[in-house]
């Protein structure tokens, strides 16, 4: 098992300021001068206008496009100030000109899908494991998308005309398989890469840096990190943003202000979040790969704070003896949450597909927190039993018609 330096993000700079400044400051630079410490959370849905050409005007302008409107804003389904200052700080953290906000992970990625089928590129090229409602939605074709599954060495034979992007997913959920991005976004030639970085966060790593030229998270995770948001959104170049504005205006998967007060409040304490629960991981992986009782463990060479380990003994067990760790599906809060993906977050996709992706019966997935790492360690030691001297038969749970994160 291979470990991160611990110092090895620490001093990841935007263009003129460091990742931690940026976290602090970003989306929040005008407020000093408005007499303001805290941003103001802009609630309204509708605006008040006396000059109805004007607003005629820049509905014009959004609907040719997808440009934020100059000047007052007109209806909360086109934008929030609220929700575009996070839209502003994410792209400033990861690198691009423009991130667009949805009401969570999946309406997200649906409307990057809706965007590039509308130009006639309904084809997608991925690569698992992904997340499995991602899966779920490609595989299905739910919306009118084609997918051709491939290893990051076929990318470039499996791209056709009609290619819209290409999908990865890098530490990947659940096994934290590790991509090199800019390989893969050499092998995408002139087709679009879209990489989710969910798991690994700007603070881990910057996609668009790499050569992606969109950058998908579930907000809702380490960017929230409370447990308490559901959201998602997309950090790309402005041509591309204008398109996500238009879809996002015309299907309604729009962002709450509310939520995009809390991302934005999540962003500040990003990077002391992210580094802390990754020290807590490391020290866990190397305690979990230690242990007999375990047969292998999943932990990224660029470190962070998700686990994927395999027991020998029935993951179902450990599930249900676990006390102070949480048993709960999603991820990147400030708690720690364990899940078995096989039955839950990776339950939608074909058994077949699942184990060939590496998400085998016996995987847990652990989100580490913040809570002090003896008694965490504590708590997964009595949760993992005695040791089992043969592998113990599984008995596969009802399956379920939804999963999640």
Not at 29 to 54: K, N
Not at 254 to 271: D, E, K
Request: proline share 7%; net charge negative.
């Amino acid at each position: 098992m291979e470990t991160a330096s611990p110092g090895a993000y620490d001093d990841v700079r935007t263009a003129s300021r460091a990742l931690a400044t940026e976290a602090v400051h970003a989306g929040r630079d005008d407020l000093a001068r408005q007499g303001l410490h805290a941003p103001p959370i802009d609630l309204s849905t509708t605006y008040p206008s006396y000059d109805s050409r004007g607003e005629a005007a820049r509905i014009d302008a959004f609907a040719t496009d997808g440009a934020d409107p100059v000047g007052p804003p007109v209806y909360g389904r086109l934008g929030n100030p609220t929700v575009a200052r996070f839209e502003t700080a994410l792209a400033r953290l990861e690198g691009t000109e423009s991130a667009v906000a949805f009401a969570s992970g999946m309406a997200a990625l649906s409307a990057v899908l809706l965007a590039r089928s509308a130009m006639g590129l309904r084809h997608v090229v991925a690569v698992r494991p992904l997340y499995g409602c991602s899966d779920h939605l490609l595989t299905a074709g739910l919306l009118g998308t084609e997918v051709t599954w491939t290893d990051p060495a076929g990318i470039t034979d499996a791209l056709r005309p009609d290619t819209g992007l290409v999908m990865v997913e890098s530490p990947a959920n659940p096994t934290l398989a590790e991509l090199d991005l800019r390989a893969v976004a050499h092998a995408c030639g002139s087709v679009p890469l879209l990489a989710d970085n969910t798991f690994a966060t700007p603070v881990l790593q910057r996609p668009a840096e790499h050569g992606a030229r969109m950058v998908l998270h579930s907000a809702t995770k380490y960017l929230g990190g409370h447990g308490d948001v559901l959201a998602g959104v997309v950090a790309c170049d402005e041509e591309f943003a204008g398109r996500l504005r238009q879809i996002r205006f015309a299907t309604g998967g729009v962002l709450h202000p509310l939520a995009g007060y809390l991302l934005l409040r999540g962003l500040s304490t990003l990077p002391v979040r992210v580094r802390a629960a990754s020290a807590n991981a490391a020290e866990l992986a190397g305690r979990l790969a230690a242990d007999p009782r375990v047969a292998r463990v999943h932990y990224p060479r660029i470190g962070g704070a998700m686990i994927a380990f395999e027991v020998d003994g029935d993951p179902h067990e450990v599930i249900s003896r676990v006390r102070l760790v949480t048993p709960a599906v999603s991820l990147g809060s400030v708690d720690t949450l364990i899940q078995h993906p096989a039955s839950i977050s990776h339950r939608i996709v074909d058994a077949d597909d699942r184990r060939g992706a590496g998400v085998s019966d016996r995987l847990l997935r652990l989100s580490v927190g913040l809570e002090d790492v003896d008694d965490l360690w504590a708590d997964l030691d009595q949760a993992l039993g005695e040791p089992a001297r043969t592998p113990v038969p599984l008995r596969e749970p009802v399956p379920l018609r939804e999963a999640v994160r």
